[in-house]
């Protein structure tokens, strides 16, 4: 169904056009997924770099259940996979949405679409290259003595998931506050004024969302406070842009 305006679509051709939307996203995953699927290991063993750099030597990684060997790197390829598809997913997303926007507003999601996902990435990115050999060259460097090193697979894949989840959410602030100041429910000086709050909920948030050291609490709270700041500034542009407008 094509995803031109529609001043007269029922409620069941909006459903029907939602179907075909997200019908051409899993597909769109699939995809991607069945590209993938052959180097699942060798993904897998890139994911585990951080890691096995910074063990001992001789220290290797283990599975405890019969099947890690297989699930955790086919695991691993289907969320890296959504990842990949995310722009084709975004964009089905813009589709259906865009025949109810306004000129203005489309003028605003498209970017905010693309930002999002650059933002995303860059989180995980950040995740990957700058936190993990960190932590883990922490984690390894105080295990205590007589203790072997010795992680599950499956245990260290949910653990990076979960951190990279965390980071590629963090780093969507300057998005969230861009549209809480564009649907008025405040504003940049409003948030200016909160800017102590948001420090030490930025730490809080860091605590909960990594691993008990500070380190890894550190390295997600700064970023954020930073991106709260880009948030704020292109907020501003935007308000001073209206501000002229009227």
């Known amino acids: 169904m094509s995803s031109t305006p529609k001043t007269n679509a029922t409620l069941f051709d909006h459903l029907l056009e939602l179907r075909n939307r997200l019908l051409r996203s899993v597909v769109g ?50 969320v890296l996979s959504i990842f990949i598809a995310m722009p084709y997913i975004l964009y089905q997303v813009w589709s ?37 050999p960190v932590v883990f060259a922490f984690f390894t460097s105080v295990a205590p003595e007589g203790v072997v090193i010795a ?25 969230a506050i861009i549209l809480m100041c564009w649907t008025g429910i405040t504003s940049p000086n409003s948030l200016r004024a909160k800017r102590p709050y948001i420090v ?19 390295m997600l709270a700064i970023p954020m406070l930073l991106l709260f700041e880009l948030g704020i500034i292109i907020a501003s542009l935007h308000h001073k842009e209206d501000d002229e407008d009227s």
């Open 29 to 78: 995953v699939l995809v991607v997924f069945c590209s993938l699927a052959y180097f699942a290991q060798d993904i897998y063993q890139y994911l585990a770099q951080p890691l096995l750099s910074t063990m001992p030597s001789g220290a290797q990684m283990i599975a405890t259940d019969v099947a890690s060997p297989f699930f955790a790197p086919f695991k691993l390829t289907i």
């Open 96 to 132: 259906f949405v865009a025949p109810g926007l306004y000129k203005n507003e489309k003028r605003l999601v498209a970017p905010l679409m693309f930002g999002s996902t650059l933002l995303f990435y860059s989180g995980i990115a950040f995740a990957y290259f700058v936190v993990f």
């Open 151 to 175: 992680t599950d697979i499956s245990s260290y894949l949910d653990f990076v998931l979960k951190l990279f989840f965390a980071f590629g959410v963090a780093f969507e602030i300057p998005i």
């Open 200 to 218: 030490v909920g930025a730490f809080v948030v860091g605590m909960l969302l990594t691993p008990p050291d500070v380190i890894s609490q550190s």
